[in-house]
């Protein structure tokens, strides 16, 4: 390593030392104090999902249960190599990553980052290249930021994982996926992905990051648009996903 980039690599360690003593002492969720990212109560109430799962989504199952691959596995409706989350999209987590994307609350971008780093080191895999999974220009200018960006941004930074957020561009508005019925969902994003510079993917294992994984659709499109585009292999990871 060239003596200027040691020099750009010890001044960014620095800096991200100084950010972390620069994080407020009180729990973003709660407000209590703590000394942690999190205070111990709202920590207690988001679990994080342990094995048994899917080897390859990682859907969670009962204790007991042998890990085999799920029915969507089974049947190929995803297309990434391995998928994993942090914890159930429920209580204190669905409140923490509403918080985030519909209040713009900044403060919650650290736990959840925190989250995000610790499901992508259970994948047990590495990547090439950190992408945000994005939203329509419409969305992006109704809301003033992308939440997913935010996250893969800490990703990066912690992990030191280069970031593409130009890449993968979403090209069409779709309606919201929450109001429609699966099949609905996935005609609806059908094409709404779009990749810019392929160059820059050829034979990379590319991760998408996303703040909720929910039935799939979005992540099957993403990962079409990245592997037509020459991507090796799609790994994603979400803060939390829904059952
Ligand atoms: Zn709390
Ligand atoms: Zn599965």
């Given at each position: ?50 094995h048994?799962l ?10 007991g ?14 297309l ?81 994982m ?55 659709p ?8 990245l ?17």
């Amino acid at each position: 390593m060239g003596y200027l980039q040691r020099i750009a690599q010890l001044v960014g360690t620095a800096l991200n030392w100084a950010l972390d003593l620069l994080s407020p002492w009180v729990c973003p969720l709660c407000g209590s104090p703590t000394d942690d990212v999190l205070c111990e109560d709202c920590r207690g109430e988001i679990v994080p999902i342990l094995h048994p799962l899917c080897p390859c989504c990682g859907l969670p199952y009962p204790r007991g249960v042998p890990e085999h691959l799920c029915r969507a596995c089974k049947d190929k409706e995803y297309l990434f190599l391995r998928h994993r989350s942090f914890g159930i999209y429920e209580g204190k987590l669905r409140d923490a990553i509403q918080r985030l994307k519909y209040c713009g609350e900044r403060s919650l971008v650290q736990p959840l980052g925190e989250m995000l780093l610790s499901a992508y080191r259970l994948m047990d895999a590495e990547a090439d290249l950190v992408i945000p999974v994005p939203m329509s220009k419409g969305r992006l200018l109704e809301r003033g930021f992308n939440q997913s960006l935010l996250l893969a941004h800490y990703l990066s930074r912690k992990t030191g994982m280069p970031l593409r957020g130009d890449l993968l561009v979403k090209v069409r508005e779709t309606p919201p996926q929450a109001s429609l019925t699966a099949s609905q969902r996935r005609e609806n994003l059908k094409g709404a992905f779009s990749v810019r510079d392929p160059g820059a993917l050829k034979g990379k294992r590319v991760l998408p990051v996303d703040d909720v994984f929910t039935t799939g659709p979005t992540i099957r499109e993403a990962s079409k648009a990245l592997l037509q585009a020459g991507a090796g292999e799609v790994l994603e990871v979400t803060v939390a996903r829904s059952l």
